[in-house]
């Protein structure tokens, strides 16, 4: 409905001002309200995704969503890293006085970077554009199958982070929260994966690796049940796995609706927005379910838990295969071949529609970025 480049700058100063207060507040009431409302205002990746997947290339879509994904990963666990080591040494006002730097030097970068982008729907109400969210929530089999999986991945991940003070504080480790909090750097690696993700994803296709990462994320969990209070060695390859891994599903996920041409390119912030919500929703019942498992039942009852959860991933992935049409639900029409190309060239007669619009979308996409750039140039009318 608005110019991106404003929005950006504009809650970028409100988060700004926020971590201001929450540096200064004295209160529990004070500091438990200003940040609700920094959790509230705090939405400039999901803003800044779509954008990227807006302005780059189609061949060029998921690598630019691998970067940003990896950054906003990097962000969540270098800040876990960075606050861990702050807190230790000095008090905890400290960390948001940090804050209020780096979030300065963002509003600068933002400035000084982003292009101007004009609204896709500046004719759109508020209330219209939840309402298509709603409508594509439980009329697109796609988006529904991509957010349940991210809802119970990121509960997954969430709750690992989160429980992982427990497990490295309590019996055999007994680490201070210093060490506990380094071992975001282990998982910081494994975001770097990003870009080997967004090229596994462009050779083999959203479903497979989506496949390939649930199936590892699975081991990995098993593992953990069986020794991952036993022995630290397990416990530091959790922190790179799960980071690697998760960080390919979820770019599948994103690049799985965001592809997918059969949605207009202009409800691409709304397609991210409702994987956004199940994101956030993941990570309250991840941390808060995680977290009453691990303290009533221990590690193992913890872990298994998520045994579960990735298990129910890969019951919603095999209830829909990867080139069902818009509208299929369940099922395996078009075949299990890598991509819809693929089977097409095999002799089925059947192709994703999701592949064929695409290309449709890709030529008027090209159509109207000539008539945007024509527009600019003197002599126009001419």
């Known amino acids: 409905m608005v110019r991106c480049r404003q929005l950006i700058l504009i809650l970028v100063c409100i988060t700004t001002c926020l971590s201001v207060g929450l540096a200064l507040s004295r ?15 705090n939405v400039t990746p999901q803003i800044l995704i779509p954008m990227a997947a807006d302005l780059a290339a189609p061949q060029h879509r998921a690598r630019v969503i691998s970067i940003l994904q990896s950054g906003l990963m990097l962000g969540i666990l270098g800040t876990r890293v960075l606050s861990g080591v702050i807190g230790y040494y000095t008090t905890w006002h400290t960390v948001y006085y940090v804050a209020i730097g780096v979030q300065v030097i963002v509003l600068c970068g933002a400035y000084v970077l982003i292009p101007d982008h004009p609204p896709k729907n500046p004719h759109l109400t508020y209330g219209k554009i939840l309402h298509t969210m709603v409508t594509y929530s439980v009329t697109e089999p796609r988006l529904v199958q991509a957010a349940l999986i991210n809802f119970a991945s990121i509960a997954c991940w969430t709750k690992f982070w989160v429980t992982l003070t427990f497990l490295l504080g309590g019996d055999p480790y007994h680490f201070s929260t210093l060490y506990i909090g380094l071992f975001g750097l282990i998982g910081i690696l494994g975001i770097f994966s990003g870009p080997l993700a967004s090229r596994l994803v462009d050779r083999f296709g959203t479903w497979y690796t989506v496949l390939v990462a649930t199936i590892c994320l699975l081991v990995l969990q098993c593992v953990e049940v069986i020794v991952g209070g036993v022995h630290i060695s397990v416990v ?7 980071d ?15 592809r997918c041409a059969v949605f207009p390119k202009k409800h691409d912030s709304r397609l991210n927005a409702t994987l956004t919500v199940s994101l956030f929703a993941g990570q309250v019942m991840g941390s808060s379910v995680g977290t009453h498992v691990f303290l009533r039942y221990g590690w193992r009852a913890s872990a298994g838990l998520s045994v579960g959860l990735y298990g129910w991933q890969l019951l919603v992935l095999f209830m829909r295969g990867p080139n069902c049409g818009r509208h299929v639900w369940f099922g395996y029409e078009g075949g299990v071949a890598r991509s ?34 024509t527009s600019c140039w003197p002599g126009k009318h001419a």
């Open 27 to 41: 209160s529990v009431i004070a500091f438990c309200t200003l940040a609700i409302l920094l959790g509230v205002f």
């Open 244 to 258: 690697a891994f998760r960080q390919m599903q979820t770019l599948s996920l994103q690049m799985s609706v965001l």
């Open 236 to 242: 530091v390859i959790m922190c790179f796995g799960i």
């Open 340 to 373: 819809a190309q693929e089977h097409a060239k095999s002799g089925s007669h059947v192709a994703s529609a999701c592949d064929e619009t695409e290309m449709e979308m890709t030529k008027y996409a090209s159509a109207e970025t000539l008539v945007h750039a």
